[in-house]
């Protein structure tokens, strides 16, 4: 209930907005695009360093501003209505809050304040060829390695990995002798081979990440990880919710804005009761996706009994909402909306890419189901 | 008339000490189950409302001068929570919620001191005239006509769809005091005695098969001016008056209602063995999803009025992600009983006394009173979304 309505939230997502205002408008996100690039380093560098928005759930003590998923949630979902080019959902979303959420004193002093200050960037990579989160579905092995050298060696190959291909390090869930676990490897070390995906989404890297024997350190060892990763996966879920429902808004806005000025048969077709349920039926989605999402980012920031099925619900909800909401901005626009020069485009990419980045929707609605005890 | 004002005394009192107050009070005073024949079931809700009145319990978001709570919104909120867990009965008739605003807003004080304690206490039931055979969502073209003669309005046409007409004591109508172009330029709002000569009332069978609305007919019903709240020809802007986000406040415990009957249509559901079937399990998904998110939406909507006083868009969609919820979940239910779900309630194998198929046929309503979906859809696209008047209809 708390979400969203103190001055301090209004201010963030002021500030964000104006910021991707002035420094990613669509042609700095198409300019990134067609040049195959992940970030513009000056954009990038303000972002971290002037505004702090990659430290913003990074607690206090390794060089963050101790915010959480709330916080995080408002930044997203300005990116998402954006669609920033930037490592920042793979860094911060992703391996920053697994990082924080390891308990692992040793390896957070190590990486949080490199992720913190956007020195750091950094990729969570879990799924494999079958593109599950599943823990029990993960191939990729860890083997300690002997003294002297000691560490973990890791072989196994990683897909879909969210900005993978440029991360500075990498955080990649394998099988050790004692069950799943995670293992930090270098993006730069020996036996790290990785390359972009030629994917849907183009605003966005997917990586493929082939690791042979690749050095590893490993991370919040005293952790049971299956705990430790269920609660990174309400984390995560909540947070793209959070990105999807920005977008989800962007392309109602777009579609609206259009439906008032585009004229036909002598008159805005947004006066036309078709148009005008259109838009309405998304308003009625964007609104209670957000509703979902800023429900979720506060039960997970207050570890609340309900946390995974709220950030279950917020994701499958707003994958659909997000999905629905580009394709009917493209059908709203008409012609000019199946042009690859309007952003319409680039929406659907997003919004497709992120309802399936997690697995088939049919087996998060199963999740879900059972989470609800149905 | 003396009034014990125990409930408003204390208008800073903590919220926990006025939840356990309200709720001894429910506890204390709870009328017990309704009785199933109608003319003791009036008498019943009559009864109930006298005793929130008397013990300064009744209208949580009334003004105190007469007779209600004046309530913070917060406590508007655990009063409503508070109300629907107790399962206490809830207000006769729709004065209530839709006319006594108006009056409190717009009415004189001669006209507020004579109708709205005796409204709130239960002792008229008031009914709502705006609907009729040719003025559904066109509202603004009613013709029903009011004549002025002297000091007096003669009142001559037809409304339709009014419930609980055959309760009332009193009709609050829109009626036509301009030229019969004048749409919302010529409409008067007035209170007309339902007992007065000229007045019929002809029940009116639904599609359930249950007589909840009626027909109204005026035939020279004789008006007195001083009936007339604010201006001749200026009753259009009056009809939809609230007093603040009262009708937020509520919002949380339809939510509650709705979680529940869906638990029980799992339960039920569960019973049959039908649970594992993932066809089925996905539609009971997709019904779970939207009650948690009609919840989410109302926590918004009063946590917006609460921190900003500012209901915003979820106040404005809540009905219409309910009402579709209220007939798919009915629906749906029918469809897993399947052939059992046919039964009436009198069928002796009927399911749960048939409250599935009864709701299926009930909540068809849902999307057409009180202004159809597509008309709420027209108004959440150009209130809230800001998009153009359709050129070819009358300005609103």
């Not at chain 2, 007045?199 to 007195?224: I, K, S």
């Amino acid at each position: 209930m708390s979400v969203g309505y103190s001055a301090e939230h209004d201010q963030l997502r002021r500030v964000v907005r104006e910021f991707l205002s002035q420094k990613s408008p669509s042609r700095q996100v198409r300019r990134l695009m067609e040049a195959g690039e992940s970030r513009d380093d000056e954009v990038w560098a303000l972002l971290t360093g002037q505004l702090g928005l990659s430290g913003i759930a990074v607690p206090e003590e390794y060089g963050g501003s101790g915010y959480g998923p709330v916080e995080l949630g408002i930044v997203l979902e300005e990116m998402g209505r954006a669609l920033l080019v930037a490592p920042y959902f793979g860094t911060v979303a992703l391996a920053g809050q697994a990082l924080a959420a390891s308990g692992d004193t040793e390896a957070m002093r190590r990486w949080l304040p490199g992720i913190a200050d956007g020195s750091l960037t950094a990729a969570l990579a879990v799924a494999e060829d079958s593109g599950s989160w599943d823990l029990t579905d993960v191939t990729a092995a860890a083997e300690p390695v002997a003294e002297p050298t000691g560490g973990w060696a890791v072989t196994g190959t990683k897909l879909f990995v969210v900005d993978g291909d440029t991360a500075d390090l990498l955080l990649v869930v394998a099988r050790a002798p004692d069950g799943p676990g995670v293992f930090a490897v270098e993006g730069a070390a020996a036996g790290v081979d990785r390359a972009r995906l030629d994917t849907l989404d183009l605003t966005r890297a997917l990586a493929s990440v082939t690791l042979q024997g690749a050095p590893a350190t490993r991370v919040g060892a005293d952790r049971d990880a299956t705990e430790w990763l269920a609660e990174v996966t309400n984390l995560v879920l909540a947070a793209l919710a959070a990105e999807q429902i920005g977008g989800a808004a962007r392309c109602l806005d777009l579609a609206v804005e259009y439906a008032k000025v585009r004229q036909q048969f002598g008159r805005p077709i947004g006066s036309f009761q078709a148009i005008k349920h259109k838009c309405a039926n998304l308003l009625l989605e964007v609104e209670s996706g957000r509703s979902a999402v800023y429900h979720a980012s506060a039960a997970v920031a207050g570890h609340q009994p309900d946390a995974a099925l709220a950030a279950a619900l917020a994701y499958a909800y707003c994958s659909q909402a997000f999905t629905h909401a580009a394709k009917e901005c493209i059908q709203i626009h008409g012609g000019i909306g199946y042009t690859w020069e309007h952003d319409a485009h680039l929406y659907l990419r997003r919004a497709k890419s992120s309802e399936l980045l997690f697995g088939p929707p049919a087996r998060q609605r199963t999740r879900l189901a059972e989470l609800a005890g149905i | 008339m003396t009034v014990e004002r125990a409930a408003t005394a204390t208008a800073a009192e903590p919220d926990d000490a006025f939840r356990a107050r309200l709720r001894e009070f429910f506890t204390a005073h709870h009328p017990g189950r309704a009785p199933k024949d109608a003319r003791e079931r009036l008498a019943w809700a009559k009864a109930w409302l006298a005793t929130l009145f008397d013990s300064g319990y009744a209208g949580p978001s009334w003004p105190r001068e007469f007779g209600g709570m004046e309530l913070p919104f917060a406590h508007q909120v655990i009063y409503h929570e508070e109300a629907a867990r107790a399962r206490v009965p809830g207000p006769l008739g729709t004065g209530l919620n839709i006319a006594a605003p108006t009056i409190i807003k717009y009415g004189t004080q001669q006209q507020k001191q004579r109708w709205l304690a005796p409204m709130l206490r239960g002792d008229t039931v008031w009914a709502q005239g705006y609907s009729e055979p040719d003025a559904g969502s066109d509202l603004p073209s009613l013709r029903t006509t009011a004549r002025r003669d002297r000091e007096e309005y003669v009142v001559t046409g037809q409304k339709v769809w009014t419930s609980h007409a055959s309760d009332a004591d009193i009709f609050f109508a829109l009626v036509r005091t301009g030229t019969r172009e004048s749409r919302q330029q010529g409409i008067t709002y007035l209170v007309i005695d339902a007992h007065a000569p000229g007045v019929e009332v002809r029940p009116l069978r639904d599609l359930t098969g249950g007589h909840l609305f009626a027909e109204v007919f005026f035939d020279g019903v004789r008006v007195p001016v001083s009936d007339r709240i604010g201006e001749e020809n200026g009753g259009w802007q009056l009809a939809r008056t609230s007093l603040g986000h009262e009708r937020s406040a509520g919002a949380l415990n339809q939510a509650a209602m709705y979680r529940r009957v869906l638990t029980e249509l799992e339960e039920l559901a569960r019973e049959r063995g039908q649970l594992a079937d993932p066809l089925v399990r996905d539609r009971f998904v997709d019904l779970e999803i939207r009650v948690r998110i009609i919840r989410y939406n109302a926590e918004r909507t009063i946590g917006g009025i609460l921190a900003r006083g500012e209901a915003g868009a979820t106040s404005s969609i809540s009905r219409l992600l309910i009402t579709a919820f209220e007939q798919d979940i009915h629906e749906f239910a029918v469809d897993l009983l399947g052939p059992a779900g046919l039964l009436g309630k009198s069928a002796p194998q009927s399911v749960q006394r048939s409250r599935w198929l009864q709701g299926f046929l009930r909540t068809r309503a849902s999307t057409i009173g009180a202004g159809t979906r597509e008309i709420q859809l027209n108004t959440v696209a150009e209130q809230v979304l800001g998009l153009p008047h359709d050129p070819g209809m009358p300005p609103r």
